[in-house]
């Protein structure tokens, strides 16, 4: 038996609150294209999101934020999987596997624990030091292939692969035993969200957009109605000169450079093609343009996300749904993990 050629998209995002512009152009957008070529599993990863702490009522509610968010963007429920981890308690399980796979070496160098960790990582809890194990977990759960993420998680699917390699290589024998001649764990292949899709901070052109910037204008958030999205593009930094018609033009405009990249993102076409059109143009006949396009695309992603968020039964609904249909993938995969460890199995 062989591990098949079956294409299987796994990715996941935190309920942590204030979803934006960012998480849906560089993430959820992306997810949504991938539901026509792979089937895919999209995770709301609430036991993630305890790695720091988070506040149960507002936890709860991000959960089917996020789930809303998939949903009012196009990812389709029935046909793919969505769902949150907790429900499915396979991940927690093989994570505390690949806790005894991982090194303490490896862990040592993510850089993301060590950004959230800062200077006091003594106080940081020991699940945001095994996040990635956890991580590793839901991917290969599934036995994923593909991982769409954005640059700043490559080096967790890097860790992803190693586990996946050192558990093929530790347990090669009983792994043949069990009936598989080459590995159990597929290398999942990371599937890097572009520089396009990458959305910064409207108000500083060299930061991410994030959710945790204490200026509320230097996001867009999915939650903001038409008024707020067209104040925080007028309000948005930019530089005096006009727009630049060749894409080289835009070096060292950072803040240029990520509207006209918001612009094309959401308008589907290339960079080059928004230069065709606005090249020249101030900010002041930029601006509007882009504003109208913003709200004529986000505005109804957010009314959706809204008029989802009000039928709390249909988010829970649709996320028991998912899990179940989530957990008759991983069931059969982790009693071959227990069964590969050596862990007795009561008939
Ligand atoms: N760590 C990811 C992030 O913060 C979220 C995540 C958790 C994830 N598990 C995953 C992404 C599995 C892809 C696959 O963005």
Redesign the pocket.
């Known amino acids: 038996m062989s591990i098949g050629l079956t294409q299987r998209v796994?990715?996941?995002?935190?309920p942590t609150g204030n979803l934006h512009l960012g998480n849906y152009l560089g993430a959820i957008t992306r997810f949504v294209e991938l539901q026509n070529t792979h089937e895919c599993i999209y995770?709301v990863?609430d036991m993630?999101a305890i790695t720091v702490w988070q506040d149960p009522v507002e936890l709860a509610r991000n959960t089917r934020e996020v789930t809303a968010a998939y949903i009012a963007a196009g990812v389709d429920a029935s046909k793919h999987i969505v769902f949150n981890q907790s429900q499915v308690s396979e991940h927690a399980e093989l994570a505390w596997i690949f806790n005894c796979v991982a090194r303490m070496g490896w862990l040592n160098r993510m850089t993301q624990f060590k950004d959230k960790a800062g200077k006091d990582a003594e106080k940081a809890s020991v699940g945001l030091y095994s996040?990635p194990d956890?991580?590793a977990a839901?991917?290969l759960a599934y036995r994923a292939t593909h991982?769409?993420?954005?640059e700043?998680?490559k080096q967790?699917l890097e860790l992803t692969r190693d586990i996946a390699q050192k558990f093929n290589n530790d347990f090669s024998k009983s792994i043949r035993q069990a009936g598989y001649d080459d590995g159990f764990f597929p290398l999942p292949e990371p599937l890097i969200t572009g520089a396009a899709t990458r959305v910064m901070s409207l108000k500083d052109g060299s930061k991410k957009m994030s959710k945790s910037d204490p200026s509320d204008l230097s996001r867009i958030n999915l939650s903001d109605g038409p008024d707020d999205i067209a104040r925080k593009i007028k309000k948005a930094r930019t530089d005096p000169d006009a727009l630049p018609s060749e894409e080289k033009g835009l070096e060292g405009r950072p803040e240029a450079a990520n509207l006209v990249g918001i612009y094309a993102a959401l308008a589907g076409c290339s960079i080059k093609d928004v230069l065709k059109d606005f090249g020249g143009s101030q900010f002041s006949t930029f601006k509007p343009a882009l504003s109208e396009l913003a709200v004529e695309k986000m505005g109804p992603v957010g009314l959706e996300m809204k008029r989802l968020m009000a039928d709390k039964a249909y988010i829970d609904e649709v996320l028991k749904d998912g899990s179940q249909r989530a957990r008759a993938i991983a069931a059969p995969i982790f009693e071959d993990v227990k069964r590969i460890v050596g862990f007795i199995r009561s008939k």
Not at 10 to 14: A, K, P, R, T
């Open positions: 796994f990715s996941g995002v935190q995770c990863v993630h996040y956890l991580m839901d991917i991982v769409p993420v954005g700043d998680q967790h």
